[in-house]
């Protein structure tokens, strides 16, 4: 891969449209692209650009790396939507319900009970939907 300090906008977008769908699943992005109106559009574009194809596309870290970082920064900030789309896209990158479980204890003694608990509720339902863990309702 290239240098993401060398590589065109138009580069960084593709090659973040791509680590966005590995990521977060084909069907998610592509709706969140064909959904965004005018306004959203430029949103959709930095996220794309920025996040996926600067960040995400960097060699520096691996993406079970990355995706752990995000589920601890994601409970600091107190953000389950995100919590929610980003444990998805830890399995997909084979972070094992183990592993999401130890980052989530260790950012609630960082960041709170309040946000560790929310972290632990969505973390939870994904992993439940995914068929990681067993439902026991």
């Not at 794309?48 to 600067?54: D, L, N, Q, S």
């Not at 995400?56 to 919590?83: F, H, K, Q, V, Y």
């Not at 973390?123 to 068929?131: D, K, M």
């Amino acid at each position: 891969m290239n240098s993401p300090e060398t590589t065109t906008v138009q580069d960084l977008y593709e090659r973040g449209l791509q680590l966005r769908r590995e990521v977060l699943g084909a069907e998610y992005v592509d709706s969140s692209i064909a959904n965004a109106d005018d306004f959203m559009r430029s949103f959709q574009r930095i996220t794309t650009e920025w996040c996926w194809g600067y960040a995400w596309g960097r060699d520096g870290l691996d993406r079970r790396t990355r995706s752990l970082l995000n589920l601890a920064m994601l409970t600091a900030m107190n953000r389950p939507g995100e919590i929610k789309l980003h444990v998805k896209g830890a399995l997909a990158n084979g972070v094992s319900v183990e592993e999401v479980k130890e980052v989530l204890l260790h950012a609630t003694v960082y960041c709170g009970i309040p946000a560790g608990l929310d972290a632990f509720k969505v973390a939870h339902a994904v992993l439940v939907a995914e068929g990681a863990i067993p439902d026991k309702a």
